[in-house]
């Protein structure tokens, strides 16, 4: 592509259908450069041509799908961002476009207009990131970079990651409520309290609540509440002066101090102590604080995220947490949903997390295998997203091939029965299950499937342990339809 881009975002709209093309390209010609194609020979002469940002691309065209075509630009384009528009959004369908090409995000038929410019300007801000770190890759090789250059650059990148269009999702998560919720909270400076089992990522809900308000330029910090005891809680939130204790051998500014004109996020809130309870609650009321061993108060202006895995209204009913705390703290309350409850998005977090896990392992990898995506959101995830990007690191370690595939995933994921056979134990007592004979059989093949993953689909292996003969493994294998979806490695 060419380096000179137009003033305004470059975006190449495909789709077959010429009635669509124009009222897309009606309803962004306002926001967007608009070039417009109806099948992906036309699309390929434009990206030769012009500068493309995104393309927004329909998945049912005659010559190509949507995500063969964006697998394609991935290759010879990998800086554009890619955004299918489909009426089809069946898993299969979603797993294979995080895979194949590399889909930012989809957009569902019939769309709204909203919608659509709003998923195309995040794709731009996208793009232009991307750029930027590019960019500062090469200059920092080339020449120093000043501190207040390096600190802007990534405060940028910051408020681009931490936004809250980019907590991964799918497109019909319910996740979906609890983003609109934080981005209608972000501009207003009130106190949040956010409510989720550990892992469930509080800390990224909070920076994105810092990240998109007015305090954005300033500093966000972090402490665990529930890691330290009264008196280094004290120092760590609001300093101390040298000899105000033991092992005080100088002057310590406070993280409500540091972050004055920021956020400050206090996670496991509801660990602290009834006698801290009451500290905080007085430095929230005045808005100033006093270091220990110190006779001055000092005034300060942050905003107070908390978090807990607790349920602090009960809580306060019991006597443990200070009611006129809970309100200090709760003047808007997001409750994060357990993996377990938006099973729907595992695939888009898996890929995200493996991205992550790639750039700090060193170890590159072309994404999964759906049989491993179908394995993971069958499983429950007790820990939540802290459990699942443990899971894909360890993947990713072991792996030796191109993608990482279900024989790698820990067997305790591996055996996990899915939803439709795990509620109510359907399996074995849903007279819909059929007869004893049904239900059996049912079981069997799930057996099956769990040890010839494990075991690679190496059917020897598979029979030995399972005490079957090769002849009789393979029987059954015929019997209930299990193939592997690549070649038998036996």
Excluded at 312 to 341: M, N
Aim: hydrophobic share 40%.
């Amino acid at each position: 592509m060419p380096d000179m881009g137009p003033s305004l975002p470059s975006v190449l709209v495909i789709d077959d259908e010429v009635r669509a093309i124009e009222t897309l390209e009606r309803i962004l010609c306002d926001r967007f450069d608009v070039h417009t194609a109806t099948n992906a020979e036309q699309a390929r002469g434009i990206l030769e041509r012009e500068w493309i940002q995104v393309v927004l691309c329909d998945q049912r065209m005659p010559d190509v799908t949507g995500i063969e075509f964006c697998a394609e630009i991935r290759e010879r384009w990998p800086e554009i961002i890619r955004i299918i528009i489909s009426g089809y959004t069946d898993s299969e369908d979603l797993i294979n476009a995080i895979n194949e090409g590399g889909i930012y995000q989809f957009i569902a038929k019939p769309w709204h207009p909203d919608d659509v410019i709003l998923k195309l300007q995040n794709a731009v801000e996208l793009f232009e990131l991307n750029r930027k770190n590019e960019r500062l890759s090469i200059e920092l090789k080339l020449q120093p970079k000043t501190l207040k250059e390096a600190i802007d650059v990534q405060r940028q990148a910051l408020k681009s990651h931490y936004s809250w269009a980019g907590i991964v999702r799918s497109p019909d998560s319910c996740m979906n409520q609890t983003c609109e919720t934080v981005k209608q909270v972000a501009p207003f400076d009130v106190s949040v309290l956010i409510t989720g089992e550990s892992g469930t990522g509080k800390e990224l809900c909070a920076r994105a609540l810092h990240y998109n308000s007015h305090r954005q330029n300033e500093p966000f910090v972090a402490e665990n509440c529930g890691a330290l005891p009264d008196e280094l809680l004290e120092s760590e939130l609001f300093g101390h002066k040298r000899g105000a204790f033991t092992g005080a051998v100088e002057d310590h500014v406070g993280l409500f101090e540091s972050a004055n004109g920021g956020t400050v996020f206090l996670d496991e809130i509801g660990d602290i102590s009834p006698a801290f309870q009451l500290k905080l609650l007085r430095v929230l009321q005045e808005r100033e604080l006093r270091p220990l061993g110190s006779s001055r108060r000092r005034p300060i202006d942050v905003r107070v995220i908390a978090a807990t895995n607790r349920d602090l209204e009960e809580e306060v009913r019991a006597g443990r947490f200070r009611q006129d705390l809970y309100y200090r703290l709760a003047t808007f309350t997001i409750k994060l949903p357990p993996l377990r409850d938006r099973l729907e998005d595992v695939p888009y977090l898996a890929t995200f997390l493996l991205g992550e896990a790639i750039a700090e392992l060193g170890k590159s990898v072309d994404g999964f295998t759906n049989e491993a995506l179908d394995c993971l959101q069958n499983y429950h995830w007790p820990g939540n997203v802290r459990e699942l990007q443990n899971e894909i690191k360890r993947m990713l370690v072991l792996a030796q091939e191109d993608r990482l595939g279900a024989d790698l995933i820990s067997p305790h994921v591996l055996r996990a029965i899915p939803d439709d056979l795990r509620n109510d134990m359907k399996l074995v007592t849903s007279p819909a299950r059929g007869t004893l004979k049904n239900r059996i059989e049912q079981l069997e093949a799930r057996i099956l499937k769990e040890t010839l993953v494990r075991h690679r689909w190496n059917k020897t292996r598979a029979a030995q342990e399972l005490g079957l003969s090769r002849v009789g493994l393979r029987s059954k294998l015929e019997r209930y339809g299990l193939e592997r979806e690549t070649a038998d490695t036996s």
